[in-house]
Every structure is written in C-alpha cells, then in structure tokens.
C-alpha cells in the first residue's frame, strides 16, 4: 500500500514537470507587463514622485498603460516601458511626466538640455489666468476670462498655429515659448486649463508615431 503511494507520489510530480517544461512559462508567471504597474520606477530626481500604483491599469492595446488621473478627470494611454512620475509645483498646479527610453539614454548622457528631457509633460491649472501666471516667469498677474482671450494675445510666449479637437474639446496646438525653451504644445480649455507638452517636438511635424497614439488616447473620464 505505501509503496503504491509513492510511486502515485513520484508520477504526480514527474508529470507536473513535464508540463511546466512543455507549456508556455507565461502559463506560470504574472504577464509582465502586469508586474511592471507594481515595479513602477522611482525618476531619482528630487521633486518628482512616481504616480500611484492604482492610476495605472492594463491598457487595451498590447504592451500599452493607461494612466487615470481621478483628481482632473482625464487620461491616456502610454507604452509599458516609458517611465511615468509626477510632480506638484504648487496648490493650482499638477504635471505629469512622460519619458520614452531613447531619451532617458539621451538624459542620462546628458545629451539634451533639461528643456528637452521629456516626451510629453500634461499639465494642469484651474483656469488660465493661473496658466498665465506661472508661465510668464515672476508670478505675473493678468486677467483673461477664457483661453481664447489668452491665445489671441500678441504678448504672450507663444505661436498659435491653428485650433484642433482633441477629446471633444476645442484645443490650440501652437509653439509655446521661445529659444532653447520652445516646444510644440497643445491648450485645451475644459474646466480648468490642459497643457500638453511635448519637449522632443519643436513643431507638429516632429511628433513621433508614438506620441501621437498617445495624443489620440487622450480623453476625459466625464465625457
């Protein structure tokens, strides 16, 4: 009888080798892209905080992320081996950061300035006298009552170059800035402003394949 068992014992055993051997080591093992949302990187810069593990989820599209930011009612989706953080500069401003692995090699040969050390940065401030303030240097102070007002005004740092729709909203997509800190960027007004940043770009024809899928996933959880 005892000898019965072991030799059941062994062929159980025996058996559930051949079959991890045979079957796909994926069969055994959590994807890893799964692994990746809870081994989310540290950015090692100071300042900066890698987002909550719970914003990100498997996206639909295979090796992709999707990042959910409850607080601003928006999200996007990304690739699972582009680094993601987060940084709050003040109370009326948030910013996420996105960077691909071709320029986290470029930054850490320090071959581009900080000024385009990202791929995309999304930001936001709750209205665009905000925006204004924190994007004109030295906190300066005007009043605009939409972002409309804003783009038409010759003063500021920027170059309009047309209006576009992106998550159903009315957005602007022009060159913000001047000199080495100049960067395609997009302006979408929906309570509150949207500033989607994208520093590898110095104009729309720059976007890479990648940036704009990410573009396209952009939407808002309300609408």
Same mark, same amino acid.
Request: hydrophobic share 35%; aromatic share 14%; glycine share 6%.
């Given at each position: +009888? ?16 051949? *079959?991890?051997?045979?079957? /796909?080591?994926?069969?055994?093992? &959590? ?5 990746? *949302?809870? &081994? ?28 959910? !930011? ?22 009326? &401003? +948030? ?6 692995? #071709? ?8 071959? /581009? /300035? ?8 999304? #930001? ?21 009552? !939409?972002?409309?007002?804003? +783009? ?8 309009? *170059? ?23 960027? *997009? ?11 994208? &520093? ?16 396209? #996933? ?6």
């Amino acid at each position: +009888m005892k000898y019965t068992t072991i030799i059941g014992i062994i062929t159980i055993v025996v058996g559930a080798l051949i *079959i991890q051997k045979w079957l /796909p080591i994926s069969f055994f093992k &959590e994807p890893t892209t799964a692994k990746k *949302i809870n &081994e989310l990187e540290s950015p090692k810069i100071p300042g900066y905080i890698p987002v909550p593990i719970q914003a990100v989820t498997m996206s639909s599209t295979k090796g992709w992320f999707t990042y959910t !930011n409850l607080s601003h009612d928006y999200q996007f989706d990304y690739p699972s081996d582009w680094k993601i953080y987060y940084y709050e500069a003040s109370q009326d &401003e +948030m910013r996420i950061y996105l960077r691909s692995p #071709s320029t986290e090699k470029q930054f850490e040969r320090k071959v /581009p /300035p900080p000024e385009y050390s990202h791929d995309l940065i999304v #930001s936001f401030w709750p209205d665009i006298n905000s925006f204004y303030s924190n994007t004109n240097g030295a906190g300066l102070k005007k009043t605009y009552t !939409n972002l409309a007002e804003y +783009m038409a005004e010759k003063n500021t740092p920027n170059k309009v *170059i047309g209006k576009l729709t992106v998550a159903g909203q009315p957005a602007y997509d022009a060159i913000l800035g001047g000199g080495e800190g100049a960067n395609y960027s *997009i302006l979408i007004e929906h309570d509150g402003i949207y500033h989607l940043s994208f &520093e590898t770009a110095w104009d729309k024809s720059e976007l890479t394949t990648i940036q704009q899928q990410i573009l396209s #996933s952009f939407r808002f959880k309300s609408k």
